[in-house]
Nanobody
Protein backbone atom coordinates (compact mmCIF):
# COMPACT_ATOMS: atom_id res chain seq x y z
CA UNK A 1 0.00 0.00 0.00
CA UNK A 2 1.40 3.35 -1.05
CA UNK A 3 1.48 6.06 1.58
CA UNK A 4 2.28 9.71 0.90
CA UNK A 5 2.61 11.95 3.93
CA UNK A 6 3.31 15.68 3.85
CA UNK A 7 4.60 17.75 6.75
CA UNK A 8 6.14 21.12 7.49
CA UNK A 9 3.24 23.46 6.90
CA UNK A 10 2.34 26.24 9.27
CA UNK A 11 1.75 29.95 9.76
CA UNK A 12 4.44 32.35 8.60
CA UNK A 13 4.66 36.07 7.95
CA UNK A 14 5.04 37.44 4.44
CA UNK A 15 8.67 37.34 3.41
CA UNK A 16 9.35 34.31 5.56
CA UNK A 17 10.33 30.75 4.66
CA UNK A 18 9.06 27.24 5.17
CA UNK A 19 10.29 23.83 4.08
CA UNK A 20 7.75 21.18 3.28
CA UNK A 21 8.61 17.49 3.37
CA UNK A 22 6.88 14.50 1.83
CA UNK A 23 7.71 10.95 2.83
CA UNK A 24 6.64 8.09 0.58
CA UNK A 25 6.41 4.38 1.33
CA UNK A 26 5.08 1.38 -0.54
CA UNK A 27 6.82 2.07 -3.84
CA UNK A 28 10.34 2.33 -5.19
CA UNK A 29 10.73 6.03 -4.55
CA UNK A 30 13.66 6.64 -6.85
CA UNK A 31 11.69 5.26 -9.81
CA UNK A 32 9.04 7.96 -9.48
CA UNK A 33 8.89 11.57 -10.57
CA UNK A 34 7.29 13.66 -7.83
CA UNK A 35 5.21 16.80 -7.77
CA UNK A 36 3.92 19.47 -5.43
CA UNK A 37 0.46 20.94 -5.91
CA UNK A 38 -1.55 23.47 -3.94
CA UNK A 39 -5.18 24.43 -3.56
CA UNK A 40 -6.68 27.57 -2.08
CA UNK A 41 -10.34 27.82 -1.02
CA UNK A 42 -12.56 28.31 -4.05
CA UNK A 43 -9.77 27.59 -6.51
CA UNK A 44 -8.70 24.58 -8.49
CA UNK A 45 -5.66 22.62 -7.47
CA UNK A 46 -2.59 23.87 -9.33
CA UNK A 47 0.82 22.44 -10.03
CA UNK A 48 3.62 24.13 -8.13
CA UNK A 49 6.68 22.10 -9.03
CA UNK A 50 7.86 18.73 -10.29
CA UNK A 51 11.13 16.82 -10.09
CA UNK A 52 12.36 13.84 -12.09
CA UNK A 53 13.29 10.54 -10.44
CA UNK A 54 16.98 11.48 -10.45
CA UNK A 55 16.45 15.10 -9.46
CA UNK A 56 18.12 16.21 -12.67
CA UNK A 57 15.04 17.86 -14.15
CA UNK A 58 12.75 20.28 -12.36
CA UNK A 59 9.75 22.35 -13.37
CA UNK A 60 8.11 25.29 -11.62
CA UNK A 61 4.97 27.30 -11.97
CA UNK A 62 5.70 30.86 -13.05
CA UNK A 63 4.21 32.15 -9.80
CA UNK A 64 6.89 30.46 -7.68
CA UNK A 65 9.99 30.55 -9.91
CA UNK A 66 12.95 32.03 -8.12
CA UNK A 67 11.31 31.62 -4.70
CA UNK A 68 10.61 27.89 -4.34
CA UNK A 69 13.08 25.02 -4.75
CA UNK A 70 12.10 21.38 -5.13
CA UNK A 71 14.53 18.63 -4.17
CA UNK A 72 14.57 14.99 -3.18
CA UNK A 73 16.61 12.59 -1.10
CA UNK A 74 16.11 9.15 -2.60
CA UNK A 75 18.00 7.47 0.25
CA UNK A 76 15.35 8.81 2.64
CA UNK A 77 12.33 8.41 0.33
CA UNK A 78 11.64 12.08 0.90
CA UNK A 79 10.66 15.01 -1.28
CA UNK A 80 11.15 18.63 -0.22
CA UNK A 81 9.86 22.05 -1.16
CA UNK A 82 11.87 24.99 0.14
CA UNK A 83 9.67 28.08 0.03
CA UNK A 84 11.29 31.49 0.43
CA UNK A 85 9.96 35.03 0.16
CA UNK A 86 6.48 33.78 0.88
CA UNK A 87 3.50 35.89 -0.09
CA UNK A 88 -0.08 35.88 1.20
CA UNK A 89 -1.16 34.47 -2.16
CA UNK A 90 0.92 31.36 -1.43
CA UNK A 91 -1.60 30.46 1.28
CA UNK A 92 -3.02 27.05 0.38
CA UNK A 93 -3.15 23.39 1.20
CA UNK A 94 -0.03 21.84 -0.30
CA UNK A 95 -0.10 18.31 -1.67
CA UNK A 96 2.62 15.89 -2.66
CA UNK A 97 2.00 13.54 -5.59
CA UNK A 98 3.78 10.65 -7.28
CA UNK A 99 3.50 8.83 -10.55
CA UNK A 100 5.67 6.37 -12.42
CA UNK A 101 5.63 7.99 -15.86
CA UNK A 102 8.16 10.63 -16.88
CA UNK A 103 6.87 14.19 -16.93
CA UNK A 104 7.14 16.73 -19.72
CA UNK A 105 7.23 20.49 -19.58
CA UNK A 106 3.71 20.64 -21.06
CA UNK A 107 2.11 18.04 -18.78
CA UNK A 108 3.79 17.96 -15.37
CA UNK A 109 1.26 20.38 -13.81
CA UNK A 110 -1.82 18.28 -14.62
CA UNK A 111 -3.45 16.42 -11.73
CA UNK A 112 -4.21 13.54 -14.07
CA UNK A 113 -0.46 12.89 -14.43
CA UNK A 114 -0.24 11.60 -10.85
CA UNK A 115 -1.74 8.52 -9.23
CA UNK A 116 -0.65 8.77 -5.63
CA UNK A 117 -1.51 11.72 -3.41
CA UNK A 118 -1.03 12.76 0.18
CA UNK A 119 -3.57 14.40 2.47
CA UNK A 120 -1.90 17.78 2.33
CA UNK A 121 -0.27 20.24 4.72
CA UNK A 122 -1.63 23.74 5.28
CA UNK A 123 0.52 26.78 4.59
CA UNK A 124 -0.77 30.15 5.74
CA UNK A 125 1.10 33.36 4.98
CA UNK A 126 0.02 36.45 6.89
CA UNK A 127 0.50 39.96 5.54
Amino acid sequence: QVQVVESGGGLVQAGGSLRLSCTVSGLTFDDYPMGWFRQSPGKEREGVSCISWSGGTTYYADSVKGRFTISRDNAKNTLYLQMNSLKPEDTAMYYCAADWGPKRADTWYRESEYNYWGQGTQVTVSS
